[in-house]
């Protein structure tokens, strides 16, 4: 089982930008895809980006390419989402995630661990 603990997160004006960051533990982080998604009130969780175990496939949102940046280090166990240019539609809770299969995945229902999320809030 792994366990997955976000922080980062905050209030911040649009424009501005927050680095999350997901540590891992509990099984060997080097053998995880780890992802982000996120959840506005009253809405589906949605995909925001994903990193292979290697780091050498990544796949971002429509909604954040340009704009977000996900980054792994495995010395660290930590996967991070590096935020910029942010938009009041980016407020949401952010949740890191991982599983081990193959490809990554996009969706929510192909990843197995989640943490507890981080509120990410932009201001108008």
């Known amino acids: 089982q792994v366990q997955l603990v976000e922080s980062g997160g905050g209030l911040v004006q649009a424009g501005g930008s927050l680095r999350l960051s997901c540590a891992a533990s509990g099984r060997t982080f080097g053998s995880l895809n780890m992802g982000w998604f996120r959840q506005a009130p009253g809405k589906e969780r949605e995909f925001v980006a994903v990193i292979s175990r290697t780091g050498g496939t990544i796949y971002y949102a429509d909604s954040v390419k340009g704009r977000f940046t996900i980054s792994r280090s495995n010395a660290k166990n930590t996967v991070y989402l590096q935020m910029n240019s942010l938009k009041p539609e980016d407020t949401a809770v952010y949740y890191c995630?991982?599983?081990?299969?193959?490809?990554?995945?996009?969706?929510?229902?192909?990843?197995?661990?989640w943490g507890q999320g981080t509120q990410v809030t932009v201001s108008s």
């Open positions: 995630a991982s599983n081990s299969g193959w490809p990554p995945g996009q969706s929510a229902a192909s990843f197995d661990s």
